[in-house]
């Protein structure tokens, strides 16, 4: 039963990998199985076979609902992108309320964190510095983003990809692993690799650095508002966005709601 419970934990977990504006790292904190994860990775022969039981198991749900509904948004995504980017839109900012409540800057340090990001989010809106997805050493590479993102709380997967310009390249790998086998086999090492080094990092980070790390995430989380807000504004037209408004709205109050009940109870 304990198994069953892991593995549907795990769906959950990968929901959050799919879906824009929610981190499923922050779903298996909420879940109760995100530090016993990383224990259990980092420690993992002190207890072979309890903690390969479960990475077995949530890793089993987790890498099943990736691939399952993957296909689901990459059909939306292809048929009805400018709905699809208001939505995503609406969950990133929906997001912010319950985030900003835990943030707090008591140093000038604390405020370049925060910036941090939004000026390297501002580097690639301007000169428009996309991650190329076109060799196995790209695959590789998204491979280890794609552990960094699941793997730090607060960080979307999705939100960082759409940054890079290239989400819709890991939908479609995802979405057709045995089409694009050899790309996927790299990207696999590529996140297998970073996840040894991601994991090892963040149990140190948790530790020593929790304040500062959330500022960075939180500074993070509105230049990923900023720079998907701008990719918008350049492709469509103001009156495409103007009648799409519903849509964000949407997104944002299932977002808000969302966090409104994780903070409740955390």
């Not at 948004?73 to 319950?98: C, D, E, K, S, V």
């Not at 989010?121 to 196995?136: C, E, M, P």
């Not at 607060?154 to 940054?163: I, Q």
């Amino acid at each position: 039963m304990k198994s069953l419970f892991l593995f549907f934990k795990g769906i959950l977990i990968g929901l959050g990998k799919v879906i824009p504006g929610v981190s499923g790292s922050f779903l298996a904190i909420l879940l109760h199985v995100y530090e016993e994860s990383i224990l259990a990775f980092n420690h993992f022969f002190e207890n072979v076979y309890q903690n390969f039981s479960f990475l077995f198991w949530l890793g089993s749900g987790i890498g099943i609902s990736i691939l399952f509904f993957s296909r689901i948004l990459l059909a939306f995504w292809n048929h009805f992108p400018i709905m699809m980017m208001m939505f995503f839109l609406g969950l990133f900012l929906g997001t912010i309320p319950a985030y900003q409540k835990n943030i707090s800057f008591s140093s000038k340090f604390h405020y370049l964190l925060f910036l941090l990001p939004f000026f390297f989010s501002l580097f690639l809106s301007i000169f428009h510095f996309s991650l190329t997805v076109d060799s196995f050493f790209s695959f590789f590479l998204l491979g280890g983003l794609d552990a960094f993102s699941m793997i730090v709380p607060g960080v979307s997967g999705t939100a960082l990809f759409f940054m890079l310009g290239c989400y819709t390249s890991l939908l479609s790998l995802l979405s057709h692993p045995f089409l694009y086998f050899s790309s996927f086999l790299f990207y696999l090492l590529g996140m297998i690799l970073g996840a040894i080094v991601v994991i090892r990092l963040m149990e140190y980070v948790l530790k020593r650095f929790s304040k500062s790390f959330s500022i960075f995430l939180f500074g993070l989380l509105w230049s990923t508002v900023f720079s998907f807000f701008y990719q918008m504004v350049i492709r469509f037209s103001f009156l495409s966005l103007i009648v799409h408004v519903p849509i964000l709205l949407l997104g944002f109050f299932l977002s808000f709601l969302l966090g409104k009940k994780s903070s409740a109870k955390t």
